[in-house]
């Protein structure tokens, strides 16, 4: 007798071929599954949260995070898939940022950029040399509420210095991602290692806040180890914040502070962030002697690379196309870098401008306190070719304090000059550039003339490494034939050469000689009257990242410091306002040095 025919074991052998099938087509769509990251960046913010100038009292049409922000949320909703790293140099260089540390109890409140950067949900935060400007203990305490890990992967705390400020800040930030496989239950887990390193060179520029309970290890080799780390405990992508940028204009890659072009050559890394140079990349030339680097596709050593300007002026944005397979797990089978511009028609998050509108408000009440008055007006404006008011101002507030500073101290008696450059010039009469008339002064006007977190430090130097200085002051100009057009004389403006970095020296008379040859511009230098010998002795005033190396001025590395003053500039400033009678400020411009060129003064 034949068996029963059974429709029951036909059905159930039927599912049981449907569940291979099934699965074996979930498999081959593993085995050949792509996906793209979207690794987004921000840098050099600098506490620009809003579209504001506190000084000018304007909207600012390109620039604050509550703009960039709507394009991360434009980036987001383009590929869901994706990571936002800040890359430092957040809490510092705004007015909002100086009234943070100023009057905000950060010891107690979340401070309002970190509010801003959770209810944005980055997901890392790397620190730049400008996070260190007020001391370990604000820092710790500042990002204290992060709901992100934040990264510091060259800095070694001491061991007392780690346990007092009982704050972790990582080497390696672990992102975990489920990618969910399209039209099935399936997810595949992306493991995302990001590493962070920041410039060496803070211990020079902040040593006074670090000497003693830190240090900063040099970007590659810590770099090195971390990527080593990183594939061996089995990171499917690894993203390098580096705050750093690259050498501009020059076929030469060697730098221990702009270092991204050795760090792009590190076996291992998928995507690098830089910053630190406020460079928009891809996009800028100023890298392209250097060799394999694509300005255009933002490609560095064949490493997708993006740097997103300053203020929040661009996002940057690196895709990355992922294949997986069962085999060998994720890969990286290609890569794009772009960034996006905020434009003056970018809108305002105006969820992330509510949750800033009380420090708004407390750094407009800020700004507007009064300190005393100046019967002349302090103007930046044509700094670039003619002694400033405005600088003059900051050198006799300097002089100032370095006077008391060295009569407190056991130092010899010497002739005491003053060094300070002006930060927001012009270099041609139709720009614009802070200038603050006579009359009542305030905490904003302040904030304006000295707008970074500076200390003042005080050098000995002689005659000689003196003229060194000015003669790297001289670069501001470019070799201009003798008797040209006077026409021809605003071409002899260096705009390559920051504003910051024009230093002049009151206390000394001397000329600039734009027809001369580089090393061979400063003539006729003069103090009290005098030509000024080579191994005369002076002490010079100046701030704590010129004295340490910044700028790489000849003589100044911080072995030439005698004494480190504790107040941050602007405080100076403030204080030295306070001591003069009625706090009135009367000094009158004094024209102690001259350019010359194109066939008379500039």
């Known amino acids: 007798m034949p068996p029963r025919f059974s429709y029951r074991l036909l059905a159930s052998t039927f599912v049981l071929f449907l569940s291979i099938t099934n699965v074996a087509h979930s498999m081959s769509k593993v085995e050949n599954y792509r996906t793209t990251l979207r690794v987004m960046s921000t840098s050099d913010v600098h ?50 940022a100086d009234y943070a540390v100023a009057e905000f109890p950060v010891a107690t409140k979340t401070h309002p950029i970190i509010q801003a950067l959770n209810h944005l949900n980055y997901d890392v935060a790397n620190l730049g040399n400008h996070e260190f400007n007020f001391g370990l203990d604000y820092l710790a305490a500042t990002y204290r509420d992060a709901a992100f890990p934040v990264l510091a992967s060259n800095l070694e705390l001491s061991a007392a210095t780690a346990a007092a400020l009982k704050s972790e800040w990582l080497d390696i930030a672990w992102i975990e991602r489920q990618v969910k496989l399209p039209q099935t239950t399936q ?64 076929s030469d890659p060697e730098d221990s502070e702009q270092t991204g072009w050795l760090l792009a050559g590190i076996a291992g890394i998928d995507a690098m962030l830089l910053g630190h140079q406020h460079e928009v990349f891809p996009g800028s030339n100023v890298y392209d002697q250097l060799p394999d680097v694509d300005s255009t596709a933002g490609v560095v050593r064949g490493v997708a690379t993006v740097q997103p300007g300053i203020y929040g002026s661009h996002l940057g944005i690196i895709d990355l ?24 028609a970018t809108p305002v998050d105006t969820q992330l401008a509510k949750h800033l509108q009380s420090a708004h408000a407390a750094t407009l009440r800020f700004m507007q306190q009064p300190i005393g008055t100046t019967e002349q007006p302090l103007s930046y404006k044509t700094a670039r070719w003619q002694p400033s008011s405005a600088v003059q101002f900051v050198q006799r507030a300097q002089l100032w304090q370095a006077r008391q500073l060295i009569a ?69 100009f470019s070799q201009v ?24 020296l009151l206390g000394l008379d001397y000329t600039i000689d734009s027809t001369a040859a580089v ?15 080579a191994s005369q002795l002076f002490y010079v005033a100046t701030n704590n990242y010129r004295a340490n190396g910044g700028g790489d001025f000849p003589h100044l590395d911080g072995t030439n410091t005698v004494i480190r003053g504790a107040d941050m500039l602007a405080d100076v400033l403030l204080k030295y306002i306070g001591n003069l ?15 010359i060129g194109c066939g008379g003064r500039i």
């Not at 060998?328 to 890569?335: E, H, I, K, L, Y």
């Open 581 to 595: 009678p009625q706090g009135q400020y009367t000094e009158e411009l004094e024209n102690h040095w001259q350019v």
């Open 481 to 504: 034939q003798e008797n040209a057009d006077p026409q021809d004389c605003w071409q002899a403006l260096n705009q390559e050469f920051p504003h910051y970095n024009f230093d002049m």
């Open 321 to 344: 196309e992922l294949a997986y397979s069962a085999t060998s797990g994720w890969q990286v089978v290609g890569t794009s870098s772009s960034t996006r511009a905020v434009t003056a």
């Open 47 to 96: 506490g620009q949260m809003l579209n504001y100038d506190y000084f000018s009292g304007e909207e600012v049409a390109q620039q604050g995070l509550v703009k960039t922000a709507t394009l991360i949320a434009q980036a987001r909703a383009e590929q869901p898939l994706a990571i936002l790293v800040e890359n430092g140099d957040l809490i510092q260089g705004s007015a909002l």
């Open 408 to 476: 407190a101290s056991q130092l010899e008696q010497l002739p005491i000059l003053s060094a300070a450059a002006p930060f927001d010039a012009a270099f041609s009469a139709d720009e614009t550039a802070t200038e603050i008339a006579a009359g009542p002064l305030t905490r904003g006007a302040i904030g304006d003339l000295y707008r970074y977190p500076n200390t003042l430090d005080i050098v000995q130097l002689n005659g000689a490494q003196i003229k060194d200085w000015l003669e790297m002051s001289a670069t501001a």
């Open 187 to 250: 997810s595949i887990p992306l493991k995302i290692a990001v590493i962070g390193v920041a410039p060496p060179q803070i211990m020079q520029w902040d040593q006074h806040h670090l000497k003693g309970k830190a240090d900063v290890l040099p970007m590659v080799s810590s770099t090195q180890k971390r990527v080593q780390r990183a594939r061996e405990q089995g990171a499917d992508v690894v993203i390098l914040a580096a705050h750093t940028g690259m050498p501009k204009q020059t």
């Open 519 to 533: 090393g061979h511009r400063i003539k006729d230098l003069r103090f009290a009257g005098k030509q000024v010998a």
